[in-house]
């Protein structure tokens, strides 16, 4: 909220600096977000008197004046008309500067010599008046800069007030405050004024159908108001804080709303049949044309105010249009009320029109300030637009609003919660100075009553941060809580996370972190089967852009999104992974299932380019290294490579499904060009998905086993196999075999072309024999090794090379 | 005859001198002391030599070749080390050029900054919970005393998935969650990710939360702010002064904003801090008895604290990030700095 050190000076007197105001409001809890100097527009612009007008001799629309600055004459050409003799106007004089970075010269003006200009209101962007030249005030002093005269300076105080004080909506209340920092005394303007003989009963009634909407609603009348632009004292406070000003009766309500936190509105009480006010629900369907000349629909929950036959204005939120005050307005109705809050918020949310009056009202206004607002606007609208208040007010009240209770307040449990002891006479002064009564109570117990306007102030806690914030929380104590002891078995999900990242890390892999939420094309771009459960995504009702309109199903899409917009930025070697949840609908009405995933990707050369490297890129079996590693860091031995299972966006060829025990923890394999092509990435990329959850449970645990005494022997052979054939298959024929004496066999090469027969593959089998109790020797190596041999080639199209 | 044996020894030496390769000085010695050498030669007189002087003789022509054979083990030895010297000076490398690196690969920013936060809260025995971060309305919000209709709601832009159901706006509902399902004492930080529905220089539509709660019989405002004043300067260094100053948060009461002092300015105003001199960096308050309520504690018994804070941002500060969204564009030439 805006607020004016000027006007709030009209309430409290401040002996503070600007710097220390904001300083103390902010620790107590109305934070100034920012501080704004106020200054004119303008320069060198000095308060003038006209001393006489004559014809231009040369043109019809122009005249010369010559105008007074006290000591010095000047002459004056002006092509306005609502100037005469003895006006007292603004000169902008040669060199002045005036806004639209205009720099006043001495001019010839059709032969006529002009040392300046008169200036309108939107010219100094003092005002929106552009018909004329700003007349101004008899008594300022001529030749006094204009900004001093008509005191244009101003401090302006942006404080984010919190959805719980309400009551600092306004400036009073932020006085209020104030005087509570200060020690000052709040000064409420004084509300008086004369009524007529005409009683507001002969002219208008309200008739409440709705109480539990509107529990309370007065109104006064004023007649022969003439409308017209507010006085400038007005004008400029209104600007301070942000509002436009409009006429002199919306700005009496708007300018009310900011010094008391009331919101008010001005019917134009001749558009309002049968003259009298009924305050009812919406019915479904209903059509209403607010101010702002928008079509309503309404629903049948909104409170309307309504004359003897329409509704009028959307109550709490916005005037209608049938009714608005317009310029030959005569007698108005002045309406101030307390609404509903969540009756208003729930209109003001499906309506969308968020209006200050609005804002107030869902927070709570004082259930006891409709009176004097309306009475403080009835009177400031009678001094500005000459009208006559009419005898009496209606005040219509059908549904008590609820009496603010009594709340007990220990002063032990003050001292419980802030851990720090404050005595009562200290706690009944901080109480008082914001004006919560405090009744007598025993010594150990107080008993308080807050303000009608401290709506957020309903229970002991309440009042125990009231005491913190008025005592200042630098002056509570900084201690150490002395916590009984927790045992947790809790296990720490980060641990193997941590472990499998450093890992990740060291095999030169960097962290991404990716947004939850993709596209929702994101599926259709990787082509997944409309079976899969991964194409029904959970969906932002609300998202910021498409892009972000679903939650993801896979991690692959951020992966190549993030490898896209790398390659465009010229980087096209990447090493990247990311941890994070992938989210499965579950269904409506349920949360999905958040499951914790490890996303790899590898693109561009397997090292970086630089002279001792050549340019080797990388592929399926650097990522697949990678996994081998975690694998054997986590102690997990029997994960399978399984080529048949297929993802639709790999490519198909070149991908496998990770399988532990049985289930499919994940998939790695390079990306299918159709979806390079369709994410518009140039470069193969290798991706992996790994479920985390389930590759941690299967977490093996360290086995120190004594590494064996006796020296090994090993035999080479190489097979033939058919191309499609995996290595696989040999190694698992050969372990189906339970021969002692084999302790490892691997695959030391793989070669094809040259010297192989067309559609074969020479796979080079190492076999590692030893024994734990003996040096083994050639003839019982050369045994067991044949016999192995013998195996393998039994099978199928495998053949010795 | 022993005079033959002086200028023998004199006639090898200076020859010795002249000498440089392992080769001249093993030729050297095949000359003089060898089986056909000169000094053999000369011992195979022996015999016209006078009886009376053969002793002398002997014991000369022994000395001298003990001198001699030294005397050119010597020069070998020097000649091997010249050589081996020269050798290793002629395999001399270029040490400027790049070492053979195989590239390591780097944590997120967010990620360390996490550990990091992580680990001062495990210090002061706090444990790590994690939550759903699409959640229900009522953890989210409810339980939280943020009924619907509340203009507290405001506060926190929200993304909804539907009826009931929204993505989760801060950490806090692990809070409730966790309460459900334990006593006191409860000690616990809950970090992840989180959504708002704001997307400008200095908001990202996620970002990410660290929670603390700590409830206990006895926990006060005073506790909160020792154990917040002592992460902060865990953080950001000893030096590091905090303000806690009221505030508004629906779940705690009374609730408190912490800002510490500026370090790039020093609290004299700059562009990080606003020109204010300070730097809003957490959220905290005494947990409020409505939300003890809801997960049936009593307040009478127990009291405690909780807070939140962006691990984003902190990463922002100590890091000197310039902008928030750089953390999740992934730009190798970002990641690659941490
Ligand atoms: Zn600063």
């Known amino acids: 909220m805006l607020v004016s050190l000027k006007w709030l000076k009209d309430y409290v007197d401040i002996d503070l600096s600007v710097q220390e105001l904001a300083g103390h409001l902010t620790m107590a809890g109305l934070e100034v977000d920012a501080i704004e100097e106020k ?60 806004p639209g970075g205009y720099t006043i010269k001495l001019s010839k003006i059709r032969g006529v010599q002009s040392e300046g200009m008169l200036c309108s209101e939107q010219e100094l962007a003092i005002g929106d008046d552009a018909s004329g030249i700003m007349l101004l005030p008899d008594d300022l002093a001529l030749g006094k800069d204009l900004g001093e005269a008509l005191d244009l300076t101003d401090i302006i105080f942006d404080i984010g007030v919190t959805p719980n004080r309400p009551d600092c909506l306004s400036i009073v209340g932020i006085a209020r405050e104030v005087a509570a920092i200060t020690g000052n005394k709040l000064r409420f303007p004084s509300v008086r004024f004369a009524e007529s003989d005409e009683d507001i009963t002969r002219l208008t009634s309200v008739e409440i159908l709705a109480p539990d909407l509107c529990p309370r609603y007065t109104a006064r ?27 002199n009766a919306v700005d009496v309500t708007n300018f009310v709303m900011m010094e008391t936190g009331q919101p008010l509105h001005a019917f134009d009480y001749r558009f309002l049949e049968e003259g009298r006010i009924v305050v009812r629900r919406s019915k479904p369907g209903e059509v209403f044309i607010s101010l702002d000349e928008k079509e309503r629909v309404l629903r049948d929950d909104t409170l309307m105010i309504c004359d003897g036959q329409k509704p009028v204005a959307i109550g709490g939120i916005m005037g209608g249009h049938n009714s608005e005050v317009k310029d030959d307005t005569e007698t108005i109705l002045l309406e101030s009320a307390y609404f509903n809050p969540v009756s208003i918020r729930r209109s003001s949310k499906w309506l969308q029109m968020s209006t200050d009056a609005a804002f107030r009202f869902e927070r709570g206004i004082d259930p006891h300030g409709q009176v004097r607002a309306l009475d403080r606007a009835a009177q400031l609208l009678a001094e500005i637009s000459g009208g006559k208040i009419c005898k009496n007010a209606i005040d219509q009240c059908p549904k008590t609003i609820e009496k603010i209770e009594d709340i007990s307040l220990r002063i032990k449990k003050v001292g419980d919660t802030l851990g720090t002891k404050i005595e009562s006479e200290d706690i009944i002064r901080m109480l008082k100075s914001i004006e919560i009564e405090v009744k007598s109570g025993r010594d150990d117990t107080l008993l308080v009553t807050p303000p009608t306007f ?133 269904g409506a009405g349920k949360l999905p299932e958040e499951r914790i995933c490890l996303g790899c990707l590898l693109t561009g050369v397997r090292y970086e380019d630089i002279w001792h490297f050549k340019d080797l890129q990388g592929d399926f079996y650097d990522l697949k290294g990678v996994l081998e590693n975690i694998f054997e860091d986590l102690k997990i031995s029997d994960v399978k490579y399984v080529s048949d299972v297929a993802e639709p966006f790999l490519h198909p060829g070149k991908a496998c499904s990770l399988v532990l025990g049985g289930e499919r923890i994940g998939y790695l394999g390079e990306v299918h060009p159709n979806v390079l092509d369709a994410m518009d990435v140039k470069n193969p990329a290798t991706v992996c998905e790994i479920d985390l959850e389930r590759l941690t449970a299967n977490k093996g645990s360290i086995g120190y086993k004594d590494f064996p005494r006796f020296p090994s022997s090993s035999r ?86 | 005859m022993t005079n033959d044996l002086e200028v023998l020894l004199a006639k090898a030496d200076a020859e010795l001198q002249t000498l440089q390769t392992e080769e001249e000085l093993l030729s050297l010695r095949t000359k003089y002391l060898g089986r056909k050498g000169q000094l053999t030669a000369l011992l195979r007189n022996i015999a016209v030599i006078p009886k009376e002087r053969r002793a002398d003789f002997g014991k000369r022509s022994n000395e001298i070749k003990d001198i001699l054979s030294d005397r050119i083990d010597v020069a070998l030895k020097e000649a091997r080390n010249r050589k081996r010297s020269n050798d290793l000076l002629r395999q001399r490398i270029d040490v400027t050029l790049p070492g053979r690196r195989v590239h390591y690969g780097r944590l997120h920013p967010v990620t360390q ?52 159901i929204v993505l989760r706006t801060h950490t806090s509902p692990v809070q409730v969650r966790k309460m459900e399902k334990m006593r006191p004492p409860v000690k616990i ?59 508004f948060f629906p779940f705690t009461e009374p609730s408190a904003e912490v800002d510490i002092r500026c370090m790039l300015c020093g609290g004299c105003g700059c562009r990080v801090c606003g020109q204010s001199g300070w730097i809003e960096v957490l959220g905290s308050g005494m947990v409020d008895p409505a939300v003890f309520k809801y997960v049936d504690y009593d307040p009478e018994e127990v009291s405690g604290f909780a807070f939140g804070l962006g691990i984003d941002r902190i990463a922002l500060l100590k890091y000197g990030i310039s902008d928030l969204r750089l953390l999740f564009e992934n730009d190798q030439r970002f990641l690659e700095q941490f």
């Not at chain 1, 612009?45 to 004559?54: D, F, G, W």
């Not at chain 2, 229900?136 to 339980?143: K, R, S, V």
């Not at chain 2, 990410?208 to 006895?218: K, Y």
């Open chain 1, 39 to 98: 200054k004119p527009a303008f320069s060198g612009v000095v308060v003038a008197k006209i001393l006489s007008i004559r014809p231009h001799p040369d043109a019809d629309k122009l005249v010369l004046c010559d105008v007074t600055t006290g000591d010095q004459v000047h002459p004056i050409v002006c092509g306005a008309k609502n100037i005469k003799d003895g006006d007292v106007v603004p000169l902008a004089k040669v060199g002045a500067k005036i």
């Open chain 1, 221 to 247: 009348i004023i007649k022969n108001v003439a409308i017209k632009p507010s006085p400038l004292w007005m004008r400029l406070r209104l600007d301070a804080v942000g509002l436009r000003a409009i006429n």
């Open chain 1, 454 to 586: 401290r709506v957020d102030l309903t229970r002991e806690i309440d009042i125990i941060e009231e005491v913190a914030r008025l005592y200042g929380y630098d002056r509570i104590p900084v201690a150490m809580p002395a916590v009984s002891a927790t045992l947790t078995t809790e296990k720490n999900g980060d641990a193997l996370a941590e472990r499998i990242s450093n890992i990740l890390n060291g095999c030169g892999y960097s962290e991404v972190i990716n947004y939850s939420f993709v596209t929702s094309k994101a599926v259709d771009l990787l082509g997944l089967d409309l079976a899969d459960q991964r194409r029904n995504p959970v969906k932002i009702a609300n998202p910021l852009t498409e892009d972000q309109s679903v939650m993801r199903t896979t991690m692959v899409y951020s992966l190549l999104e993030t490898m896209r917009k790398n390659a465009n930025a010229g980087s096209f070697n990447l090493k990247i992974f990311e941890m994070g949840r992938v989210y499965l609908n579950q």
């Open chain 1, 716 to 801: 080479d052979v190489a097979v033939l196999i058919d191309v499609e054939q995996e290595a696989e298959t040999i190694i698992a024929a050969v372990r189906e075999i339970d021969e002692e004496l084999l302790e490892k066999v691997s695959i030391f090469d793989v070669y094809g072309g040259e010297r192989i027969p067309e559609g074969k593959k020479s796979i080079g089998l190492r076999f590692c024999y030893r024994s734990g109790d003996h040096t083994v020797t050639d003839e019982e190596v050369n045994q067991v090794h044949d016999r192995l041999v013998k195996h393998i080639v039994a099978l199928k199209s495998v053949s010795v090379r």
């Open chain 2, 113 to 164: 900054m996490r550990r990091e936060i992580s680990a001062i809260f495990s210090r002061l025995g706090f444990t790590v919970v994690e939550g759903p971060e699409v959640e229900l309305d009522y953890y989210n919000f409810e339980a939280l005393n943020i009924p619907a209709d509340h203009p507290a709601r405001d506060m926190q832009a929200t993304f909804y998935i539907e009826d009931g």
């Open chain 2, 189 to 247: 930080i809950s970090p992840g990710r989180v959504y708002r529905h704001d997307s400008d220089v200095s908001h990202t539509p996620m970002f990410h939360q660290i929670e603390g709660l700590l409830v206990d019989r006895g926990v006060t405002f005073a506790d909160l702010k020792g154990v917040l004043t002592y992460f902060f300067k865990e953080v950001f260094g000893s030096e590091t002064v905090l303000r806690f100053r009221p505030s």
